[in-house]
């Protein structure tokens, strides 16, 4: 099982990135897939998540009408637009597979991880 996170770097307060996650085939079709985020010192937290077939989406209040996760089952892929970003957005974010077929916050309910890429927001 492996999960592969990219588009990670150093964008400037309000600018925009977009994260992509590849995931193998035989995890990820039928699960909620989600991304978490853990900034220096701080545990890591829930960001946004996706049911399998894209029909619910939830997002934290910190993120929400800014990010848009999304994902295509076909490319086996989940993305996350980020814009208007902000300092506080600085963390490494993390792809990860849910053992459940719906969307949810739930860091317990994740079984696969992806090794995390770094987003830097500077001021």
């Known amino acids: 099982v492996q999960l592969q996170a990219s588009g990670g770097g ?12 590849a995931a193998s085939k035989r995890t990820s079709s039928n699960n909620g897939m989600g991304w978490f985020r853990q900034a220096p010192g701080k545990e890591r937290e ?23 996760i999304s994902r295509d089952n076909a490319k086996n ?6 814009n208007s970003l902000k300092p506080e957005d600085t963390a490494v974010y993390y792809c990860a597979v849910s053992l ?18 770094l987003v830097t927001v500077s001021s």
């Not at 998540?49 to 209040?61: F, L």
């Not at 892929?77 to 980020?82: E, G, P, R, Y």
């Not at 459940?100 to 890429?117: C, D, I, L, N, V």
């Open 100 to 117: 459940r077929p719906t969307a949810t916050g739930a860091r317990r309910e994740y079984r696969y991880w992806g090794q995390g890429t």
């Open 46 to 68: 829930f960001v946004a998540a996706i049911d399998w077939k894209s029909s619910s989406t939830i997002y934290a209040d910190s993120v929400k009408g800014r990010f848009t």
């Open 77 to 82: 892929t989940v993305s996350l637009q980020m």
């Open 10 to 21: 150093l964008v400037q307060a309000g600018g925009s990135l977009t994260l992509s996650c």
